[in-house]
């Protein structure tokens, strides 16, 4: 196994990189751009206010904001600080960001106006834009000198933690990963010796959301010179948008899921050249073919788990077959048996340098999935992946399955065990079991199963709206079906291959879909719906999940609906009120009503 060129210090990167390009553009976004010299300047100035507030190396710092320029200032200004960076993303409910605040322990919190308000109680908050400290929170016993000076030896040292990013966890509540400087300096070595960051200045188009381990590999391109073009959520869902951006800014790399590719790339320019990076989830056989012969696009395949890193294998996309492919410089792959003997096909374990530190605050779940590494001699650990894979012949590793559980729908991590516990904690709900089917487009759904409490009866908004109101939209189902009792195997476990299948959606139409939509806010909400899922005279009463919906095509209804009428929704209010009839009235009490719109 060939060790990665010597990892370097990501933070001195940077700065060498400000120095040598200072004019260059650093980073484009909605709200601005920045060139290296400003973005050095405010990074610079928000670490002296984090150690005005009394951030000091080890400690952790929030960081909550929308899509914009500060999404490169904040973690750089917290590693600038000796920090490590807690992303916490906006648009979830408070309730599960109260929780990672407080799991996370968090010193600070960089945010902008209004956001943290709700869970960061009793905490400093920071606007990367102003860099204002809060002054009620001071540590007036600091040193001025040392509020101004860099923490020296300490800001990138391969041994701090740079970041904690929460997962999906089994109990029923997220868990904090724990990731080392050496960690993200060893994948950034290892991507670079794979060719998969080229040499010579790339634009990169940032996608993914911050609270995602993706991001970690999208943004820290920023400290090797690249310009970073962060994607808002209208770039994101819209073909043409996107389309257009890439050719504003000169984009040659994006990375992205399968599911989010095949939702926009056949909306792009044919002929376009891009470096392509897919990850987050298997690439289905068909895309993978097509992406092969595809002479303008050069894709790659990038598998890794949260707790190594990000990724841990990359390969081009050739041939005909998906593949995982040879692990990176410095990862060592290792096949395993149930009795941790080397084998063709087992459970696939990780180790080197980007094995996380472990779950903050779990001791016991980090011993039980972070065990010693038998066949390292330094006393090292392996992280137990849960992925059951087998060594290929001619190319490296195939995945097969997962060996427990865990899901990943669209990209998203969802351990079911999180959303029972939600649904379980609904009155009507007696128990329940949550599972990733096929839809009717073939895409991958997340359905629940549901058995209700003797006499109770619940409606699938209502469902959909008491997960809403804690989880992720991601993390919300698809679908709800009401069973009378959930199947077991002989050994009491739930048997999720003995479930009924899905019921069929009803063609669209107002025939089938109760009453046809009365007045513009519902006729427009009706076009939307039939443009972004391809059907033809959707009802009031239609369910935006019934008809196909899912995460991402929600997030291209509230993106239309912002652009071509200016309603401001979220993806999450797609999800409380997945009936249209019930979007519409809320739409309307949460905004003055639209030209021509009687209340």
Not at 427 to 447: F, H, I, N, S
Request: glycine content about 10%.
């Amino acid at each position: 196994m060939a060790e990665p060129t010597n990892p370097v210090n990501l933070v001195e990167r940077f700065l060498e990189t400000a120095r040598t390009f200072p004019g260059r553009a650093a980073v484009h976004a909605a709200d601005g751009s920045l060139t290296f010299e400003e973005l050095a300047g405010r990074t610079a100035r928000l670490a002296a206010a984090l150690r005005a507030l009394g951030v000091r190396p080890g400690d952790r710092v929030g960081v909550s904001l929308p899509r914009g320029t500060g999404w490169a200032v904040a973690p750089l200004a917290v590693w600038r600080a000796g920090a490590a960076y807690v992303p916490l993303d906006p648009a979830h409910p408070g309730e599960r960001l109260a929780h990672i605040a407080a799991d996370a322990g968090l010193r600070a919190v960089v945010a902008g106006a209004g956001p943290a308000a709700e869970w960061a109680e009793g905490l400093p908050v920071l606007d990367p834009d102003t860099a204002a400290p809060d002054t009620e929170h001071l540590d007036m016993a600091a040193p001025a000198a040392q509020a101004d000076a860099e923490p020296s030896g300490r800001a990138g040292h391969p041994a701090a933690s740079a970041y904690v990013i929460h997962t999906s966890g089994s109990s029923g509540l997220p868990k904090g990963v724990e990731v080392t400087h050496a960690g993200v300096a060893a994948l950034v070595a290892g991507l670079e010796e794979r060719g998969v960051y080229p040499s010579g200045h790339r634009v990169v188009a940032w996608n993914a959301s911050l609270s995602f381990d993706a991001s970690v590999q999208q943004w820290v391109r920023v400290c090797r010179g690249d310009t970073l073009v962060v994607l808002d959520d209208e770039d994101r869902t819209d073909p043409a948008r996107l389309d257009a951006l890439l050719d504003a800014y000169g984009v040659t790399d994006l990375d992205c899921t399968p599911s989010h590719w095949q939702l926009t790339g056949p909306g792009l320019r044919p002929g376009r050249p891009l470096r392509l990076l897919l990850g987050g989830e298997p690439v289905p056989a068909a895309m993978w073919r097509a992406l092969a012969e595809d002479p303008a696009v050069e894709a790659w395949n990038l598998y890794g788990p949260t707790e190594c890193t990000v990724d841990a294998t990359a390969t081009r996309i050739t041939g005909t077959a998906p593949r995982l492919g040879e692990p990176l410089a410095g990862v060592r792959a290792q096949v395993l048996d149930e009795g941790l003997r080397p084998a063709t096909t087992g459970e696939l374990y990780l180790a080197g340098p980007g094995v996380a530190v472990g779950y903050v605050g779990r001791p016991g779940l980090t011993a039980s999935r972070f065990v010693a590494d038998p066949f390292a001699t330094d006393g090292s650990r392996m992280y137990r992946t849960g992925d059951l894979v087998r060594w290929r012949a001619d190319s490296g590793l195939e995945f097969l399955r997962r060996t427990d559980r865990q899901l990943k729908v669209r990209g998203f991590r969802v351990e079911p065990g999180e959303l029972e516990d939600r649904l379980r904690g609904h009155a009507a709900v007696e128990a329940a079991v949550a599972v990733a089917r096929t839809g009717p487009d073939g895409d991958t759904l997340l359905a629940a199963y549901c058995v209700l409490a003797p006499g109770a009866r619940v409606t699938d908004a209502e469902l959909s709206r008491h997960c809403g109101a804690a989880l992720p939209a991601y993390f919300v189902p698809s679908v709800f079906v009401t069973v009378d009792a959930l199947p077991l195997t002989p050994n009491g476990k739930v048997d999720t291959e003995a479930l009924p299948p899905l019921p069929t959606a009803p063609a669209a139409g107002p025939e089938s879909s109760g009453r046809a939509p009365e007045g513009p806010l519902e006729e427009l909400i009706a076009t939307v719906w039939a443009e972004v899922l391809g059907r033809d005279g959707v009802g009031a009463e239609a369910n935006f999940f019934a008809l196909g919906g899912h995460s991402l095509l929600a997030l291209r209804v509230v993106s239309r609906l912002k652009k071509n009428a200016g309603i401001a929704l979220r993806t999450k209010d797609v999800y409380r009120f997945p009936v249209l009839a019930d979007l519409a009235r809320h739409a309307r009490s949460v905004q003055a009503p639209a030209a021509g719109e009687t209340s």
